[in-house]
């Protein structure tokens, strides 16, 4: 909205059909937009798609047929058709691109599927029903399980990268490369078995769902650099608007990464939230968890169960909770965070969802 206001030209490209689409307000702004889905027989009832792979896969591999969005490669064919536009435009673009093959149920097209090794291809049948096992402490992965899990989302991640190499290069063959800011980042990791979980979706903020890669190439850019700091998603909107040098004309929350770290380092904040359809009858899914980090420490706050607090510097897979409610650092954490949560806005309560919409979610697994 704000970069519209200031004569460029917006586009969406949106794997994700479900939460990147019109009902969710995410999409004002965009002067043009496109998150179709896919047809196949992924989306017909589950005991129609689940019987047709059952036969075909006597005989030829059928995990194309659970792929419930579009791959990184459709998605780049309508934003060369973008490229073009903001090209014939004139006018300076952005252009918000969204894949979605690292992501449940894992099934990245040839050649990245037989990339990495692991690949079961009947495993892929039963993932929804192991989720929910996993999940409720019913079931742990075994080693092919997580193995398959492993390569799939490794060859995901490859074809996503591969597909954003071909969109750099486009940029290059255009010349627009060098005066384009571009900005690579994830909403979440996945977890594989991590802390007896699978999937994101679920409430919790463990660093496999909440460290994701962020990368910047600024226009005019020489060398590469590197930072250990803390950053935080909401840094993302002022560094943009700081790079382009326009201010956005209110207060916005992060500050820009062109800028440097305010002293003692920064603080991040954050907060869990899930599928309340997930993990009912479980206590381990009640409540919300809410995460403050400050250099390496890290507290988890629950409303439902006992603080965890972690070094990540020396625990990084978070295994050794340290929390003593008599420690200082410990107490200086938990104020900051609950000083953080005290001045957070009320939130509106969530409308219903129509049936259309509520069918695209379920679709996408965010809904059973």
């Known amino acids: 909205e704000i970069l519209r206001g200031q004569g460029y030209w917006t586009a969406e490209s949106a794997a994700n059909f479900g939460f990147l689409a019109p009902w969710t307000g995410l999409t004002r702004g965009f002067a043009a937009l496109d998150f179709r889905r896919p047809v196949s027989i992924a989306n017909r009832p589950f005991y129609l798609r689940a019987s047709a792979q059952r036969l075909l896969n006597l005989v030829?591999?059928?995990?194309?047929?659970?792929?419930?969005?579009?791959?990184?490669?459709d998605i780049n064919r309508r934003v060369l058709e973008f490229l073009d536009a903001a090209k014939a435009s004139g006018a300076p673009?952005?252009?918000?691109?969204?894949?979605?093959?690292?992501?449940?149920?894992?099934?990245?097209?040839?050649?990245?599927?037989?990339?990495?090794?692991?690949?079961?291809?009947?495993?892929?049948?039963?993932?929804?029903?192991?989720?929910?096992?996993?999940?409720?402490?019913?079931?742990?992965?075994?080693?092919?399980?997580?193995?398959?899990?492993a390569s799939q989302y490794d060859g995901g991640i490859a074809e996503e990268d591969a597909a954003i190499g071909d969109l750099l290069q486009t940029l290059r063959e255009s010349g627009a490369y060098d005066n384009t800011l571009v900005v690579i980042t994830a909403d979440h990791g996945d977890t594989h078995g991590e802390h007896g979980l699978i999937d994101h979706f679920l409430g919790?903020?463990?660093?496999?769902?909440?460290?994701?890669?962020?990368?910047?190439?600024?226009?005019?850019?020489?060398?590469?650099?590197?930072?250990?700091?803390?950053?935080?998603?909401?840094?993302?909107?002022?560094?943009?608007?700081?790079?382009?040098?326009?201010?956005?004309?209110?207060?916005?929350?992060?500050?820009?990464?062109?800028r440097p770290a305010p002293e003692g380092g920064p603080i991040l904040y954050?907060?869990?939230?899930?599928?309340?359809?997930m993990g009912v009858g479980n206590p381990r899914f009640n409540g919300l968890r809410r995460a403050i980090f400050s250099r390496s420490l890290k507290l988890i706050l629950w409303t439902a169960?006992?603080?965890?607090?972690?070094?990540?510097?020396?625990?990084?897979?978070?295994?050794?909770?340290?929390?003593?409610?008599?420690?200082?650092?410990?107490?200086?954490?938990?104020?900051?965070?609950?000083?953080?949560?005290?001045?957070?806005?009320?939130?509106?309560?969530?409308?219903?969802?129509d049936k259309i919409n509520g069918e695209r979610l379920k679709s996408l697994g965010y809904v059973q």
């Not at 989720?131 to 019913?138: A, C, D, I, P, R």
């Not at 897979?317 to 957070?344: C, F, V």
Request: glycine share 4%.
């Open 60 to 73: 030829a591999s059928t995990t194309r047929f659970s792929k419930n969005s579009l791959s990184a490669f």
């Open 305 to 353: 169960g006992p603080p965890e607090l972690y070094d990540l510097a020396a625990d990084p897979a978070e295994q050794h909770n340290l929390y003593n409610p008599d420690d200082p650092q410990a107490i200086k954490l938990r104020r900051g965070l609950e000083t953080w949560i005290s001045a957070m806005p009320r939130l509106i309560a969530p409308h219903s969802l």
């Open 270 to 277: 954050s907060q869990g939230t899930r599928n309340p359809l």
């Open 93 to 149: 673009f952005f252009l918000f691109v969204n894949y979605m093959d690292a992501h449940s149920p894992y099934v990245p097209d040839p050649p990245f599927d037989t990339r990495y090794p692991g690949l079961d291809r009947k495993f892929v049948l039963h993932l929804a029903s192991l989720e929910t096992l996993v999940n409720q402490g019913k079931q742990r992965l075994t080693a092919q399980q997580a193995e398959h899990l």
């Open 204 to 258: 919790f903020v463990y660093q496999e769902l909440i460290h994701v890669p962020l990368a910047i190439k600024y226009p005019g850019q020489r060398a590469a650099a590197r930072s250990d700091d803390l950053v935080s998603q909401v840094d993302v909107l002022p560094t943009i608007l700081d790079s382009l040098d326009i201010k956005p004309g209110f207060s916005v929350q992060g500050r820009s990464l062109l």
